[in-house]
């Protein structure tokens, strides 16, 4: 079984940062990739960043190109996402979740095999 952990959330004004990390276990073959993702009151879930544990090619939606950065730690399992320059627009519970590729298009549909349990991110302005 995968296990999921994300943490590093908490309130922050705008313009400043924070670094949320995944501690991810029990990969089985399939699930080589981790992705970040994360959604607003009301709105659908949205992808962010994910990053592959094969290569480590990353890739990153538009509207955090630039003020996010995802990588990896591998000798402790954990992926982190460093997020500067943070406006109150992304507020939201950040999740992370493991999938067999990291895929724009997976990230666009939500498709990712395993979840883990959100952390909160708020953004004052």
């Known amino acids: 079984d995968v296990q999921l952990q994300a943490s590093g959330g908490g309130l922050v004004q705008a313009g400043g940062s924070l670094r949320l990390s995944c501690a991810a276990s029990?990969?089985?073959?399939?699930?080589?990739?981790i992705g970040w993702f994360r959604q607003a009151p009301g709105k659908e879930r949205e992808g962010v960043s994910c990053?592959?544990?094969?290569?480590?090619?990353?890739y990153y939606v538009d509207f955090v190109k630039g003020r996010f950065t995802i990588s990896s730690d591998n000798a402790e399992n954990t992926v982190y996402l460093q997020m500067n320059s943070l406006k109150p627009e992304d507020t939201a519970v950040y999740y992370c979740?493991?999938?067999?590729?990291?895929?724009?298009?997976?990230?666009?549909?939500?498709?990712?095999?395993?979840w883990g349990q959100g952390t909160q991110v708020t953004v004052s302005s």
């Open positions: 990053i592959s544990k094969i290569d480590g090619s990353t």
């Open positions: 979740a493991a999938d067999r590729a990291c895929s724009p298009y997976r990230m666009r549909i939500r498709g990712f095999d395993y």
């Open positions: 029990g990969f089985s073959f399939g699930d080589v990739a």
